[in-house]
T-cell receptor
Framework: DAKTTQPNSMESNEEEPVHLPCNHS???????IHWYRQLPSQGPEYVIH???SNVNNRMASLAIAEDRKSSTLILHRATLRDAAVYYC??????????????FGTGTRLTIIP | DARVTQTPRHKVTEMGQEVTMRCQPI?????VFWYRQTMMQGLELLAY????????DSGMPKDRFSAEMPDATLATLKIQPSEPRDSAVYFC???????????????FGPGTRLLVL
């Protein structure tokens, strides 16, 4: 499986935008980029996913580099509730039957009031 | 607001005892996953089912762990006998299992925090 690399931790001020980077230099053409986050003492929750084009939803935006070797999760206006571990995960749509999520170590985001 | 539920939320037991963890997937979801989270290993898949049939249990220690789905609304994970190294948070997740879609969102429960003394 292609691997992702994320910074171990990041800090951001409340009400400011946050850019969480993810490197995936060995990504294949059939890999989708998924982001999940895990709030303290909770299970992971889905944030967003994309293939090539940038994506937006109510939670965040996903900016994908043109060569797809990196991506950035953007929280437009961080709140204290966004403090969590954010996981960048590649899922190979061609790998039929392998539906598991392979979690790395993620980025621990701290929001400063 | 449909959610995955897990019971118990916390369990403390002694080494050698049997532990049973239960999961109720979101109604209508036919794919169920069991993950384990520890500080050392992070989040890792133990097993998963579709339509109650096991598809992959390669991540599960076979000698002491067993996972089943007695019916579509209940998944169980059993450890017998339990050992201190089994102490972890165990998460259940479910997904709709729509045919032809391999990018489905997984919905996680709150987890069962297990401590084996």
């Amino acid at each position: 499986d292609a691997k992702t690399t994320q910074p171990n931790s990041m800090e951001s001020n409340e009400e400011e935008p946050v850019h969480l980077p993810c490197n995936h230099s060995t990504i294949s053409g059939t890999d989708y980029i998924h982001w999940y986050r895990q709030l303290p003492s909770q299970g992971p929750e889905y944030v967003i996913h994309g293939l090539t084009s940038n994506v937006n939803n109510r939670m965040a935006s996903l900016a994908i580099a043109e060569d797809r070797k990196s991506s950035t999760l953007i929280l437009h206006r961080a709140t204290l509730r966004d403090a969590a571990v954010y996981y960048c995960i590649l899922r190979d749509v061609a790998n039929f039957g392998n539906e598991k999520l392979t979690f790395g170590t993620g980025t621990r985001l701290t929001i400063i009031p | 607001d449909a959610r995955v539920t897990q019971t118990p939320r916390h369990k403390v037991t002694e080494m050698g005892q049997e532990v049973t963890m239960r999961c109720q997937p979101i109604l209508g979801h036919n794919t169920v996953f069991w993950y384990r989270q520890t500080m050392m290993q992070g989040l890792e898949l133990l097993a998963y089912f579709r339509n109650r049939a096991p598809l992959d249990d390669s991540g599960m220690p076979k000698d002491r762990f067993s996972a089943e789905m007695p019916d579509a609304t209940l998944a169980t994970l059993k450890i017998q006998p339990s050992e201190p190294r089994d102490s972890a948070v165990y998460f259940c997740a479910s997904a709709p299992g729509t045919s032809g879609t391999y990018q489905e969102t997984q919905y996680f429960g709150p987890g069962t925090r297990l401590l084996v003394l």
